[in-house]
């Protein structure tokens, strides 16, 4: 692929979207190269991605306003629907996807950070929906997603406005779980990412599962969806192995061992 890379790293993966001299704005190309490469990855390997973007500028500018430009109304919501397919499949995906901010986040990649389960980023990093500044509305979820992470009332006014928010204010608000200095941000994304596949891979699927189908149910749908995702986990190997090493643990604190979690 020309403007996607993908590095598999023992049970973790990186993908890295390297449009650079476009500030890896999002154009159809580059949906089409995103969505073969999550189609891609070998679930029975891998237990968690990392989604970053290449250079120290930024992590997605946006989608392409020179592509976007010349659209007709059917074109502008099929491009939309193209957007909001993938950043759905991210969001549903069955692992966990990291997004490592480096830079600008802007429209598009904002929507696209906000697609994943969790969201860190570097000091330098910029947040925002600019649409409406060019007589646009944002089309790839941002005035869904953003709304249920922040709050109705930030999100209205980031997107009325299009105001942009540094890395700090977006901590503050809940739209980034932390910031850190460039250099230190992938080999956090690596270090949460290694974290995260060194767990039952069965119980780390459902938790995500419960978690994004509780949020679309009432709170008695949703502890439905968990009691049978919680029973789903049990008869399997890493269920067994997991309550055996506690078990193990309670009885004699000597014997604690790392659990090598071989399922998924």
Not at 75 to 95: H, S, V, Y
Not at 112 to 125: G, Q, T, V
Not at 141 to 161: D, N
Not at 232 to 243: L, P, S, Y
Request: net charge negative; with cysteine.
């Amino acid at each position: 692929m020309e403007f996607v890379k993908y590095e598999q790293k023992e049970k973790y993966g990186i993908i890295t979207i390297d449009r650079a001299a476009a500030l890896n704005a999002l154009n159809s190309q580059v949906l089409d190269e995103l969505n073969a490469a999550f189609d891609a990855v070998d679930l029975d390997a891998v237990r968690c991605l990392i989604l970053t973007g290449a250079g120290e500028k930024s992590f997605v500018a946006g989608a392409d306003i020179g592509e976007m430009s010349t659209l007709t109304k059917a074109e502008g919501e099929a491009f939309g629907k193209k957007g909001n397919d993938l950043f759905r499949k991210i969001e549903t995906f069955p692992i966990p996807v990291i997004a490592a901010v480096n830079g600008f986040a802007l429209g598009g990649g904002c929507e696209i950070s906000m697609s994943c389960d969790i969201r860190i980023c570097s000091d330098n990093a910029m947040f925002g929906q600019p649409e409406v500044g060019l007589g646009i509305t944002p089309g790839f979820g941002g005035t869904q997603r953003l709304a249920r992470l922040v709050s109705p009332g930030m999100a209205k006014q980031m997107i009325y406005t299009a105001r942009n928010i540094k890395a700090d204010e977006a901590l503050r608000i809940g739209l980034v779980n932390a910031v850190y200095p460039l250099e230190e941000l992938l080999p956090a994304a690596e270090k949460i990412a290694a974290g995260i596949a060194s767990q039952a891979p069965i119980a780390v699927r459902n938790c995500k599962k419960a978690i994004n189908d509780g949020l679309e149910a009432s709170m008695d749908d949703a502890i439905v969806i968990e009691e049978k995702l919680f029973g789903d986990c049990f008869e399997t190997e890493d269920q067994r192995a997991g309550m055996g090493n506690f078990l193990k643990k309670k009885d004699d604190p000597t014997k604690v061992k790392v659990v090598d979690f071989k399922n998924c």
